[in-house]
């Protein structure tokens, strides 16, 4: 099989949640002899830091990203900057789509992500190749109330247009949640088959929490956390959803002394006021080195999500490495994880009462750490959701 995937930037090495699952999904194709050939509309801000502005990229034995790079792709993407979706995508690809019609038409089956490019490629691909819908979030809720002064009822019909034409147009859809698939088949009506295909961590992180490591002490030592203090981790990209929950990390973290630390990783913590945070509160901005110690150093893991869409690819991530998580309900959704089983959920409201009955039973995090590993590693990997796909695929499409 030939797979063409169509990714709005450049996804590989993935760094946030979309990259993930966008690599996630494919990464068990060339395992059984299948093509995968990404097509990436516009390159990354940290591609563009890093100056890497290779046109090709080999992943694997049979897995390759190609980047289509041009000016208007990334003018187009300037609204995101101000949380505006980029429903520009498809008209820029009327423009500047060098490369892709070939990949559409050697593909056996189109694999688009998200409704910003998926309308283009139905109007583009040859009618006997099935295009799979890659849903990440449903669009219309994450956009449903974007706050912005501008065009706000514009770019709602507009996204409700896009996903409309994807979710019905497409030859079957692939999504995170059963959530999410039950909101498509109530809202539209799906032109094929929904597989849900949730979000994961990959089998090579799935490990025991080790806080006792020289750099678990290194990391602590960076940032001038106590060795005696219990510290709590979130960890998130500077994305509104995940900015909200980094302040309320940041109210809980004003009723704790110094004995409880928080530790803000991600690019999310550039959201936040430097100057107003408390003194048990640190912001370690976006981590390459020492990234899997940062977990280490960490005691509780905290999911204090009030909005966004999808599921939360963090929680899977912390469950990976045996960390007890505190959740809002909110922040569990679409996972089937059991409350007090693998991981605490409380409400905004209660969240420092829940820290504080972890921080003071060792052993209940090690119990509730280590069953969401089991969980994870039985249920929410990306290999177990890329496997799914491709036997879906196959079933639905094949013999190819």
């Known amino acids: 099989m030939h797979l063409t995937q169509v990714a709005p930037y450049v996804t590989y090495p993935p760094r946030l949640g979309g990259d993930h699952r966008t690599h996630g999904l494919v990464k068990e194709f060339p395992q059984h002899g299948d093509t995968v050939t990404r097509f990436c509309q516009g390159g990354s801000p940290a591609m563009y830091k890093s100056l890497d502005?290779?046109?090709?990229?080999?992943?694997?034995?049979?897995?390759?990203?190609?980047?289509?790079?041009?000016?208007?792709?990334?003018?187009?993407?300037?609204?995101?900057?101000?949380?505006?979706?980029?429903?520009?995508?498809?008209?820029?690809?009327?423009?500047?789509?060098?490369?892709?019609?070939?990949?559409?038409?050697?593909?056996?089956?189109?694999?688009?992500?998200?409704?910003?490019?998926?309308?283009?490629?139905?109007?583009?691909?040859?009618?006997?190749?099935?295009?799979?819908?890659?849903?990440?979030?449903?669009?219309?809720?994450?956009?449903?109330?974007?706050?912005?002064?501008?065009?706000?009822?514009?770019?709602?019909?507009?996204?409700?247009?896009?996903?409309?034409?994807?979710?019905?147009?497409?030859?079957?859809?692939?999504?995170?949640?059963e959530r999410d698939a039950n909101v498509y088949r109530e809202t539209y009506d799906p032109g094929g088959p929904i597989l849900v295909a949730p979000n994961g961590t990959y089998e090579d992180d799935l490990r025991d929490h080790r806080p006792d490591t020289e750099a678990a002490t290194r990391v602590r030592r960076r940032y001038g956390i106590s060795p005696d203090a219990t510290v709590c981790l979130f960890m998130g990209s500077n994305y509104k959803p995940n900015v909200e929950a980094a302040e309320t990390v940041v109210d809980v973290a004003r009723e704790f002394d110094a004995s409880v630390h928080f530790l803000v990783m991600g690019t999310v913590g550039n959201a936040l006021e430097e100057a107003a945070l408390p003194a048990n509160v640190t912001t370690a901005g976006y981590v390459e080195d020492d990234f899997e110690a940062h977990f280490d150093a960490t005691d509780i893991a905290l999911n204090p999500m009030q909005s966004g869409g999808g599921t939360n690819i963090k929680l899977i991530d912390y469950f990976a490495r045996s960390l007890p998580v505190v959740s809002t309900p909110f922040g569990a959704r679409g996972l089937d994880a059991t409350p007090d089983e693998h991981l605490v959920v409380a409400e905004c409201d209660a969240l420092p009462a829940a820290i504080r009955r972890l921080a003071d039973a060792p052993e209940r995090r090690r119990t509730v750490g280590t069953n969401a590993r089991e969980l994870a590693a039985s249920t929410y990997t990306w290999e177990a959701s890329s496997r799914k796909l491709r036997r879906f695929v196959v079933e639905k499409f094949g013999p190819f």
Request: glycine letters at 6%; one cysteine or more.
């Open 53 to 177: 502005l290779r046109r090709t990229v080999e992943i694997a034995e049979r897995y390759t990203e190609y980047r289509h790079l041009h000016p208007l792709h990334e003018l187009l993407k300037a609204p995101m900057l101000v949380g505006y979706p980029n429903v520009f995508q498809g008209q820029a690809l009327s423009v500047a789509s060098d490369g892709l019609g070939t990949l559409l038409a050697d593909a056996d089956v189109v694999l688009a992500r998200e409704p910003w490019q998926t309308p283009y490629v139905l109007d583009h691909v040859d009618e006997s190749t099935p295009v799979v819908f890659s849903s990440h979030n449903v669009e219309t809720e994450r956009f449903g109330d974007i706050d912005q002064p501008l065009f706000e009822g514009w770019v709602e019909r507009r996204v409700d247009a896009l996903e409309r034409r994807s979710v019905e147009g497409a030859d079957a859809i692939v999504c995170t949640s």
